[in-house]
């Protein structure tokens, strides 16, 4: 997952505080949708935690895995 990561988003930083130092941590989500229009997932996710101040960002494995690498964020 994190050589996954790195191909995606060659030049990470946090979006808060600008750090290029994160931890990785994945999880598996289990949602169920409550409305048939909102769709449901069951997977994998990617949380990006920030070393310096710990704002966490989370991407949904499946979806970071097959997207078009690099993901371009400007």
Same mark, same amino acid.
């Given at each position: 997952?994190?050589? /996954?990561v790195?191909?995606?988003?060659p030049?990470?930083? %946090?979006?808060? *505080?600008?750090s290029?130092s994160?931890? &990785?941590i ?5 949602e ?5 229009s909102?769709? /449901?997932?069951?997977?994998d996710?990617?949380?990006l935690v %920030?070393?310096r *101040?710990g704002?966490?960002?989370?991407? &949904? ?8 690498k690099?993901?371009?964020t400007?």
């Amino acid at each position: 997952m994190a050589k /996954a990561v790195d191909v995606a988003f060659p030049k990470l930083r %946090c979006l808060r *505080c600008g750090s290029e130092s994160f931890y &990785l941590i994945a999880s598996r989500i289990f949602e169920a949708a409550q409305r048939p229009s909102l769709g /449901a997932f069951n997977g994998d996710a990617v949380d990006l935690v %920030c070393q310096r *101040c710990g704002m966490i960002e989370r991407h &949904l494995w499946k979806i970071l895995r097959d997207a078009a690498k690099p993901i371009d964020t400007d």
